[in-house]
Every structure is written in structure tokens, then in C-alpha cells.
């Protein structure tokens, strides 16, 4: 009789690595009772028939968007939904999804609820109830993730328990490392890869032309309007969006080397064994630490429960088990998000810990690209060339309780880039305005940085009205919020250079002239809640009126109270001048966003 199959796939799909995070802790408990996991992303997994071979698979789904699955993840996510799938499929796999998300968007943790139903679909059963996470509740991710992790645990040690005699790896225990690691002799430092990082797939090197402020020397948001040149013409829509490789400080990365006493071999070559796919070949502990492991991360529960076992101080090591423990979540939570604390700093704190080579990607996360969306069209420099490309970025500089300068890992670095310096550009499919017809009305609200990709629209959609009658071409409306008209009034004078724009302001720290109080892009949906509406239904009076091309809504801009507060204002909007009671009001809104006619993407 041959042994029962303890082999358990781990499957994530991730857009800013919270997941993957997530998925590294999965495997860590699965190990422990035993079980043999392998860990894929969408984007690695070899073939979909391997889903067929696992008798248990754990998906950990995040929700980007309008309810979409991250980029990386559509093409696994297509060959699933092939209609020549038979439906047992997937007979006698037994699965489970964690799914996370963002309430503030209408489509919550959508992209993981449409993976569980296409498993079910495919003849697979669905063996732990899926749990549904909040990136904004008073829980949070990691409080969720502990509630599912629990819940496998439990089942497995029912469903699959353990063979006579054999018990589970304690959590005091250290699992074994999961790469091995060759440090290169002095002789050899000059064949290590320590200056820049290797080029990565479907990257577009572009160069930096310009690097310029928005907003006044005086004013508390360093905000910039970066252009590249592209090599070649290049085609996107509104909405699309690029990632740039962040890299580390040398004060970050200096301080970690002196820390763990690994000046010595920095630029020394190093041989991993297996090869982590991400990294050149032999590269050096500088360029993992410039270029490659997030070293101002906010430490995780499984950072603590490792670093545990890497102090020889008995004080530190009872505390650091302490922040694993999910018991003090909120003790956890006010040591490091609250503060955003990082990882370095952590490490300075808790200065005995010492970390073995071959568990530093165990401890320390990768390095992610961070995404933005394009404040530009291809045509909008009037050229239609496609080879000028611009960012609106917000630096990132702030201080918290322990009042310490926090700052972006990418927005510091991209601040300090002079002209000339070339950048690396990944695109990627935004979905958020790319079928929008010339024809249709739209009513664009975004406050701050948010305005970005309805700089892209507003361009595009001006460029294709060029020459064309005014009658068939759909209004152009804005309304756009700021702190303060004279410091972050973003293309004010571009504004007012384009023809058949509308703009609607709301200064939140301006007094209106002889009013008090602060206006925000919601205030402002109310104030001109008549044209709203006429913009949304086209211009009749009631839901029937048909005046003219029915109106979209595009919600931009951070988020938080403001997406939710928006909303509400549509809705009374649409009661008052829709003639509706407010549950008609509430049912429109949601006939808007199930028609693609309200989309939303905030950050």
C-alpha cells in the first residue's frame, strides 16, 4: 500500500507581494505538519495541468482594479476559463482560497471569489471556507490570514493527519534553510555583479529628460512631473500604467552591512544554490541589498518568528517570539505599521540578531516595482509619436510617532535623478479608460496625484476630437481637488489651454470667499449635482431621459474616506435630481458600476 500523498501547492496572486509574503508563511505551516508544499505564483506555475496532480491546493488572491486579477496572473487565469475544460476537470482536488482586498472598491476581493467559483466549476471541492481580507478594516491582512491560517491547520491536522509516531515541527524550532550559499574569496570581488541590476523582462529602458517640481520650494509635498524619452514609438491607453525598480539607499544598505558585520565579503561573489530565478548570476551582498531585498519593508509576523532563532539573547528572542505570536496582533501592529517601521530599523534595534546567509531571503522580502499610472497619452505632446512618456509622482516624506523621516523607497530615488539617467519602464494593461468612445460624456473626479491618468484621458480624448464637429464629440468635465490652490493645483494652466474642458474645483484648505468650512471633490459633486446628472443621464429629466449619450464616472485618487464619500454623494445626487428614493438611488449606482459606467482606481 503506497503512502498517502502529503504534497500541497501553494498557489498566489499578487500585485504589491502581500500575497507572496503571505504564501511563504502558508508553506512554513504546511511544513511543520509534515506536508511537502510547493509554492508558485500565477505567472510561475509550468503548465495549468499541474493543478490536476495536487491533492490540495491553497490560493492566496488579490483583488487590483475593477475586480480583476493582477496582471501576472491572466494568463493562467485565461487557460483555466477555457470552455473545453471538462467539469471534473479538477475531480478529487480539494482546495481552499484566501482572497484579499480593499472595501473601498466596489468589487471586493472579487478576483478571488471568481477563481473559487472556476475551481467548483472544474469538478474541484472547496474544503475551507474562503476568508475575505480588508486591507482597510481594524483587522487588517495579517489579522485575516491568521484567522485562515488557522482554519488550515486545524483541517489538515484532521483531514490529513500525521503517520504513527511522527509529530509536528514545534514553532521554537527553525525550519531548514531553503537555499544554500557559497561566499566567493577575496581574489574574486571584481567578478561579482555589485554595480546596477540586470535588465528584466519586457523592461523599456527610457531616458529622463526632464525632472521637475509642481509644486512651490515652500510648500510640504515635494511633488514632480517626470518625462522620458522612449527608444521607439509606443502605443497605450488611458489608464495603463508602468513599473519602476526601486533601489535602496546606501545609508539603508551601509548600515545593514556594519550591522551584521559583513563589510568583509560585500562585494564579495555569491553562489546560491538552488538559483533564485530574479537574481544575475554571482551576484554580491551589496547588489542584493541595493537592488533586490526590501530593506525598508515593514516587518511581518514571520520575520519575528525567524529572527527568534537568529539572537543568542534570551531578551530579544522572547520578544521577537512575542510579535509572532498572534495573540499581541495589536502590540505587533503599534511596533511596526503604526510607526512604519522597517526592517533595518528593526535590526538596529534588536542588534544581536544575526542573520546566516543562506536565510536572508527568508527574512527579507524582495525588492517590488512599484507601479504608476501614466499621466500622459502618446499623442499629448501634439507629436502623436508615442515616444514621450510622463509620471506625476508624490514624494514620499512624512514622520510618524517615533519621528523619524520616513521615506519612499522609489519616490526618494526617483527625486534625486538628474537628466540623462536612464530608467527602466515595465508597462502594463490599466483597464480603467481604454474603450471609452468619443462620443459618451464623462465626469471625471479625482483629487491630488489621482488626476493622472485622467491627464492620459483628457489628452487622448482631445487629440482624437481634433477636426472633428462638437456635436459628436462627449463632454470633457473634471473635478479636481487640492489642499491649495497656489501650491498643488496640478496643470492648472494646461487646463485652461484646453479647448472643451470643464473644471470643477475644490480647495480643501482654501476658504471659499465668504463661506467657511473645507470643500472636497465630493462637496462639489453636490454643488453641481444638477449637471451630474445631466452628464450621467443625458441630459433628461428622470431615469428615462434621453437627451442625449449617457455619461461615465472615473473615481481616482487615493484611497480612504474619500472613493466611499464620493459615492455617497452620487447617490443623493441621483435621488434628488433622479427623482428616486434612496434604495433606487443605491440600485442606479450599482447599474453604473456593473456597465462599466462608474470605474474606480484608488491607492
Not at 505551516?29 to 506555475?45: E, G, I, Y
Not at 531616458?207 to 527608444?231: G, I, M, S, Y
Not at 462639489?524 to 449637471?531: A, I, S
Amino acid at each position: 500500500m503506497s503512502p498517502p500523498d502529503r504534497r500541497a501547492l501553494i498557489l498566489y496572486a499578487t500585485q504589491t507581494s502581500t500575497a507572496s509574503d503571505l504564501a511563504s508563511h502558508l508553506s512554513d505551516l504546511l511544513t511543520r505538519q509534515h506536508l511537502q508544499p510547493t509554492v508558485h505564483s500565477f505567472a510561475t506555475l509550468p503548465t495549468p495541468s499541474l493543478l490536476q496532480s495536487y491533492p490540495l491546493i491553497l490560493l492566496l488572491v488579490s483583488t487590483t482594479g475593477q475586480g480583476v486579477l493582477p496582471t501576472s496572473a491572466t494568463p493562467l487565469w485565461r487557460q483555466l476559463c477555457r470552455k473545453k475544460l471538462p467539469p471534473t476537470w479538477l475531480a478529487g482536488v480539494r482546495f481552499g482560497v484566501f482572497a484579499l482586498g480593499d472595501s473601498t472598491y466596489p468589487k471586493f476581493c472579487w478576483a478571488g471569489r471568481m477563481v473559487g467559483r472556476r475551481l467548483l466549476q472544474l469538478g474541484a471541492e472547496e474544503v475551507l471556507g474562503r476568508v475575505e481580507a480588508d486591507a482597510g478594516s481594524e483587522e487588517g491582512t495579517e489579522g485575516a490570514f491568521g484567522r485562515w491560517a488557522d482554519a488550515v491547520r486545524s483541517w489538515v491536522r484532521a483531514e490529513m493527519p500525521l503517520p504513527e509516531g511522527v509529530e509536528e515541527v514545534p514553532e521554537d524550532v527553525m525550519l531548514p534553510a531553503k537555499w544554500g550559499v557559497e561566499v566567493g574569496e577575496a581574489a574574486e570581488e571584481e567578478e561579482g555583479q555589485t554595480e546596477g541590476r540586470a535588465e528584466g523582462e519586457g523592461e523599456v529602458m527610457a531616458t529622463l529628460t526632464e525632472n521637475k517640481r509642481v509644486t512651490p520650494e515652500d510648500h510640504w509635498q515635494d511633488t514632480r512631473l517626470l518625462t522620458f524619452a522612449l527608444p521607439s514609438p509606443r502605443h497605450w491607453d488611458p489608464g495603463d500604467t508602468v513599473s519602476l525598480q526601486p533601489q535602496n539607499h546606501p545609508s539603508d544598505v551601509a548600515l545593514l552591512l556594519s550591522l551584521q558585520g559583513w563589510d568583509p565579503i560585500a562585494d564579495r561573489p555569491l553562489t546560491f544554490t538552488p538559483h533564485p530565478p530574479s537574481l544575475p548570476a554571482r551576484p554580491t551582498l551589496r547588489t542584493l541589498l541595493t537592488h533586490h531585498l526590501a530593506l525598508t519593508a515593514i516587518p511581518t509576523r514571520r520575520f519575528f518568528a525567524l529572527a527568534a532563532h537568529l539572537t543568542a539573547d534570551e531578551n530579544h528572542a522572547e520578544r521577537l517570539a512575542e510579535f509572532a505570536d498572534p495573540q499581541y496582533i495589536e502590540e505587533l501592529y503599534d511596533y511596526t505599521s503604526r510607526p512604519r517601521r522597517t526592517t533595518v530599523e528593526v535590526l538596529q534595534e534588536f542588534h544581536t540578531i544575526r542573520i546566516p546567509l543562506p536565510y536572508l531571503f527568508e527574512l527579507i522580502p524582495p525588492l517590488r516595482a512599484r507601479q504608476f499610472s501614466i499621466a500622459s497619452a502618446p499623442a499629448g505632446d501634439g507629436t502623436g509619436d508615442g515616444t514621450r512618456l510622463q509620471l506625476l509622482v508624490a514624494i514620499v516624506k512624512y514622520k510618524t510617532v517615533i519621528k523619524t523621516p520616513r521615506h519612499g523607497v522609489l519616490s526618494r530615488h526617483l527625486s534625486t535623478l538628474p537628466p540623462g539617467a536612464r530608467v527602466g519602464l515595465t508597462f502594463a494593461r490599466g483597464g480603467l479608460a481604454a474603450d471609452v468612445p468619443a462620443t459618451t460624456p464623462v465626469l471625471m473626479i479625482a483629487p491630488g496625484t489621482g488626476v493622472a491618468p485622467m491627464r492620459a484621458l483628457i489628452q487622448a480624448r482631445t487629440s482624437a476630437a481634433a477636426g472633428t464637429a462638437a456635436e459628436e464629440v462627449g463632454s470633457n468635465t473634471l473635478i479636481f481637488g487640492c489642499r491649495n490652490e497656489g501650491a498643488d493645483y496640478y496643470f492648472k494652466d494646461e487646463w485652461a489651454r484646453t479647448e472643451g474642458l470643464r473644471v470643477w474645483t475644490a480647495f480643501s484648505r482654501d476658504r471659499a470667499e465668504g463661506k467657511g468650512g473645507k470643500r472636497y471633490v465630493q462637496s462639489v459633486v453636490r454643488e453641481r449635482g444638477g449637471e451630474v446628472w445631466r452628464i450621467v443621464n443625458g441630459g433628461g429629466d428622470g431615469e428615462e431621459g434621453k437627451e442625449g449619450e449617457k455619461g461615465m464616472i472615473f473615481i481616482c485618487g487615493s484611497s480612504g474616506r474619500m472613493p466611499q464619500a464620493v459615492r455617497e454623494a452620487l447617490i443623493e445626487v441621483f435621488e434628488k435630481y433622479g427623482r428616486m428614493d434612496r434604495a433606487g438611488a443605491e440600485g442606479y449606482l450599482k447599474a453604473l458600476e456593473k456597465g462599466g459606467r462608474l470605474r474606480q482606481e484608488t491607492w
